[in-house]
């Protein structure tokens, strides 16, 4: 079967040799047309039949990835949940360091964390980071469909294929 494309320019010369025929030989055109429609149809619903067939295994990778990422968030806290049962028991110990064949397992102290509710303290000026304006697109767009004029900017409409 042709590709799209091909089909396309068979179309295009289609159209420009019927311009130049005679009436007499205008249901010669119409019936090539028709089948060269027919033609392109059908290489619309095929591509169309691997279009949803791609979204079927796009469902399902994501099914997968769902279902992968569950059994490793259970993996994790299985895992943290046995380091916390650990570190519980080796804080028991009057020596907080414990050996086995293979481990050795001791508790130590982490570097201090800044704790702070964001809500009730007051942030001295000097410990805020400056932050570089950041550009509202859309407030942009807003003054320019009100009709308000920038240089350098103007609002672009495009197009997108619509598949029912």
């Avoid at 010369?13 to 028709?34: G, I, N, Q």
């Avoid at 399902?60 to 519980?88: C, F, H, P």
């Avoid at 697109?137 to 320019?144: C, G, I, P, R, S």
């Avoid at 409409?157 to 029912?164: A, F, G, V």
């Amino acid at each position: 079967m042709a590709s799209l494309r091909e089909l396309s320019q068979e179309l295009q010369e289609l159209y420009d040799l019927a311009e130049e025929l005679p009436s007499d030989e205008k249901d010669v055109f119409k019936d090539t047309l028709e089948a060269l429609q027919g033609d392109i149809e059908n290489k619309l619903d095929g591509m169309m039949a691997i279009c949803a067939q791609i979204d079927a295994d796009k469902e399902m990778l994501k099914k997968e990835e769902d279902r992968l990422s569950a059994r490793r968030t259970v993996l994790e806290n299985n895992e943290n949940r046995i380091k916390e049962r650990i570190k519980y028991f080796i804080e028991q110990q009057p020596e907080r360091k414990f050996n086995s064949q293979y481990y050795k397992f001791s508790i130590r102290k982490n570097a201090p964390a800044l704790k702070y509710d964001e809500l009730t303290a007051d942030i001295p000026i000097k410990f805020l980071i400056p932050q570089p304006p950041k550009f509202d697109k859309e407030a942009m767009k807003k003054e320019l469909k009100a009709g308000v004029e920038y240089e350098g900017f103007k609002l672009v409409q495009s197009e997108s294929l619509i598949i029912k």
